[in-house]
């Protein structure tokens, strides 16, 4: 009888342990070749020069907009005094070019004048030719005024033209004070960037940067991990794909918390295997190819998590997804 009762019991354990197969085997996709991952930022220096201040550790949490560290200012504020004196510069040689162009229209009101007189000493002369009373070397020589006086008029009209193109047309600025306002400003926006903000909200990491060190723009210098930028890439079997999409929720179990599990969402699906974009994709055109089954990045997303169990970047996990 107990003999029964025995065979009866590791019978219905075995049905248990089947069941439980098939179910997590049709119903569930699990993998624990999954990663932490994060949106992380390149902080590099904004201008060149040498590193004066640091206002942020290493692992320090940061808001978006604090000071990171400074790089001398000393050279940019003396851009900025130099550029504010070229605009003044330009200013007042926008305003002489302004009292340059009246003068040559008031010479050109002479030439004109002068023109309208010799026209009217040569009809004159002419007229006195006719009557007998002057030489015609008198009507020549008041023509010869005529020529040149036409001559005069028209340079005087060129000098104004051109003195006219470089002054500003009305209600804008002359091109001589527009490049220095631009140089100005250049000159204001690299004093600005000499102190370095968080361009995110998040935590300081893989920081050496000391002060006294000089540095370059694009140098990088160390990063920030976003605040709220954490997913997993779950790389699961190309067979294990079938039944995932988009949206599903996914249950989250961090190896350095055991014992707490975190809500998450697919949030996409690789595009192909992780070696498929590698540097040196693998070739399987080959006479000992042996099919081996390839395994496509799952991008899961965390609903939410509490900071005092802050995932890691790099942090192994395993996440289990129902099928509904």
Not at 28 to 51: F, H, K, P
Not at 152 to 162: C, H, I, M, P, W
Not at 211 to 228: E, H, K, M, Y
Not at 255 to 278: L, Q, R, V, W
Request: hydrophobic fraction near 45%; charge should be positive; proline fraction near 5%.
């Amino acid at each position: 009888m107990i003999n029964r009762i025995l065979f009866l019991l590791l019978l219905a354990a075995l049905g248990t342990v089947a069941y439980v197969y098939w179910e997590r085997s049709t119903h569930v996709r699990s993998t624990d070749n999954a990663y932490v991952n994060a949106e992380v930022a390149q902080i590099s220096g904004l201008v060149a020069g040498r590193v004066i201040a640091m206002h942020a550790k290493d692992n320090q949490f940061v808001k978006k907009g604090d000071a990171l560290f400074d790089v001398d200012p000393a050279p940019y504020r003396v851009a900025v005094e130099k550029a504010r004196a070229q605009v003044a510069l330009a200013r007042q040689g926008s305003t002489q070019d302004g009292a340059e162009v009246r003068a040559l229209e008031a010479e050109l009101a002479r030439q004109s004048a002068e023109l309208d007189n010799a026209e009217i000493a040569k009809a004159r002369a002419e007229n006195l030719v006719a009557k007998g009373f002057l030489s015609r070397q008198a009507v020549d020589d008041a023509a010869s005024k005529v020529i040149s006086g036409r001559a005069g008029l028209e340079q005087a009209r060129a000098r104004v033209e051109k003195a006219r193109v470089m002054i500003a047309p009305a209600n804008s600025q002359s091109p001589a004070v527009a490049a220095a306002l631009a140089t100005l400003a250049q000159a204001q926006l690299d004093l600005d960037r000499t102190r370095v903000a968080a361009p995110q909200a998040g935590w300081v990491v893989n920081k050496s940067l000391t002060a006294g060190t000089s540095v370059n723009p694009g140098q990088a210098l160390f990063a920030i991990i976003t605040d709220r930028s954490f997913w997993i890439d779950a790389n699961f079997k190309e067979t294990e794909l079938p039944g995932l999409h988009p949206g599903m929720p996914v249950e989250i179990q961090v190896d350095m918390y055991p014992g707490n599990k975190f809500a998450g969402h697919i949030e996409s699906i690789g595009g192909g295997t992780g070696t498929a974009f590698s540097l040196l994709p693998p070739q399987n055109a080959t006479g000992n190819w042996v099919k081996v089954a390839q395994r496509i990045p799952v991008k899961v997303r965390f609903d939410s998590y509490d900071p005092l169990f802050m995932p890691r970047v790099g942090a192994t996990t395993t996440v289990t997804i129902r099928l509904n």
